[in-house]
């Protein structure tokens, strides 16, 4: 019923268009927010480090500010973009409806990473949206992000910093090694905390349905809100980017092992076939980059090992899957699309 509200947006700028521009790295001080929050008022895109991966962020209420974050990422418009917010008081800007399970999520885990999915209100420009009647929101646990948002006086539209389906960013010289010469300005505000994505939960049916894993897990929701669907419901929101495929991906391929067992088998037939293979795990006693045997730390080090591992020295990166357990459904969930082959633009 959602997807035939949905129709095709056009992104203004092709990616051959996008004029070079000289990227600045700028520590985090009064000075380069004030610069930062301009930049965003006048139209600007600004990279920013939040509690989960660093944002390209835009204007939310500013059409042409928004597709430009599109043109730099070459992020496909049917892709809608979270819209983030310095205080829960400043919903009411970009959302038609508040409900009560949203009030209630937010009262609990904002400021945080969690996003809340809600009927979208006009000012709301179709291209923040993917054409969709519904918008993505979160207010973001970092200070920079808070800073910067409330500083600029507008929401601020942003995805991750990142060219679309390449790894996200955990930090400033991640963004720059993706978007350098394509964005003028990344506040530098140290690594993130949380490393992966937020959790994206629809409060529009009467059942909340988790549409991406992230650090706040059905069990944390459920307590709070009752029972939750996961999954994406067969409609419009199943277009939404973090349903696609391939997301986060290094360029070296990534394939993936069930067990430790299963991980040295592959290992050994890529080194009989020539190629440099490096095996990841957490688990004690298996694999060459070792990365904590604990969700939360896992994910704060996954898109900075895959970075450093993505340098050209490996020719396949085997990953041993974490167990399939709920409490590692978030890292599970980016590590089946860091190895996803299909492309999706
Ligand atoms: P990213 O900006 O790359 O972190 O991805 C944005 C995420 O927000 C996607 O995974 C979508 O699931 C979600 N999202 C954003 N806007 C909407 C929306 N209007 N409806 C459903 N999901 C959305
Ligand atoms: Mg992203």
Same mark, same amino acid.
Request: aromatic share 4%.
């Given at each position: 019923m959602l997807a035939a509200a949905y129709h095709s947006v056009v992104v203004p700028q092709k990616l051959e268009e996008i004029r070079a521009v000289e990227t600045v790295i700028a520590p985090v001080d009064d000075d380069s927010l004030h610069r930062a929050a301009e930049v965003l008022r006048a139209g600007g895109l600004v990279a920013f480090p939040t509690e989960t991966v660093y944002g390209?962020?835009?204007?939310?209420?500013?059409? =042409?500010? !928004?597709?430009? /974050?599109?043109a730099a990422k070459g992020r496909p418009a049917t892709n809608p973009v979270i819209v983030?917010?310095? *205080?829960?008081?400043?919903?009411?800007?970009?959302?038609?409806?508040?409900? *009560?399970?949203?009030? &209630?999520?937010? &009262?609990?885990?904002w400021p945080g990473p969690l996003t809340l999915v809600v009927p979208k209100s006009a000012s709301v420009p179709d291209i923040v949206t993917a054409g969709g009647p519904t918008v993505a929101i979160r207010c973001p646990d970092h200070p920079v992000a808070r800073a910067l948002i409330r500083t600029a006086g507008v929401p601020v539209a942003a995805p991750s910093a990142n060219r679309s389906t390449e790894l996200s960013p955990t930090r400033a010289e991640h963004v +720059?090694?993706?978007l350098k010469g394509r964005i003028p300005l990344i506040?530098?505000?140290?690594?993130?905390p949380g490393g992966i994505e937020s959790t994206v939960v629809? !409060?529009?049916?009467?059942?909340?349905? /988790? $549409?991406?894993?992230? +650090? /706040?897990?059905?069990?944390?929701? #459920?307590? !709070?809100?009752?029972?939750?669907?996961?999954? =994406?419901?067969?409609s419009g929101v199943a277009r939404s980017p973090g349903l696609m495929a391939k997301h986060y991906s290094p360029r070296t391929p990534v394939v993936l092992a069930s067990t430790a067992a299963e991980a040295e088998q592959l290992c050994r037939q890529c080194q009989q076939a020539g190629l440099r293979?490096? !095996?990841?795990?957490? #688990?004690?006693?298996s694999? &060459?980059?070792? $990365?904590?045997?604990?969700p939360a730390?896992?994910?704060? #080090?996954?898109?900075?090992?895959?970075? #450093? $591992? *993505?340098?050209?020295?490996?020719?396949?990166? /085997?990953? &041993? +899957?974490?167990?399939?357990?709920?409490e590692w459904a978030a890292v599970r969930d980016r590590l089946l699309r860091a190895a996803a082959k299909n492309e999706n633009g």
């Open positions: 390209l962020g835009a204007n939310a209420l500013d059409a =042409a500010a !928004v597709s430009r /974050i599109f983030h917010v310095a *205080d829960s008081s400043d919903v009411a800007l970009v959302a038609a409806a508040w409900p *009560d399970t949203a009030a &209630q999520l937010a &009262q609990r885990f +720059l090694k993706s506040l530098d505000g140290g690594p993130c629809d !409060v529009t049916a009467a059942r909340p349905r /988790i $549409l991406r894993p992230g +650090l /706040i897990t059905a069990a944390m929701l #459920e307590a !709070v809100c009752g029972p939750v669907d996961v999954g =994406a419901a067969l293979p490096i !095996v990841v795990s957490c #688990e004690a006693g694999g &060459q980059c070792r $990365l904590p045997n604990d730390r896992y994910a704060r #080090e996954l898109y900075a090992t895959l970075h #450093e $591992l *993505d340098d050209g020295r490996f020719d396949r990166l /085997i990953v &041993q +899957l974490p167990p399939d357990r709920p």
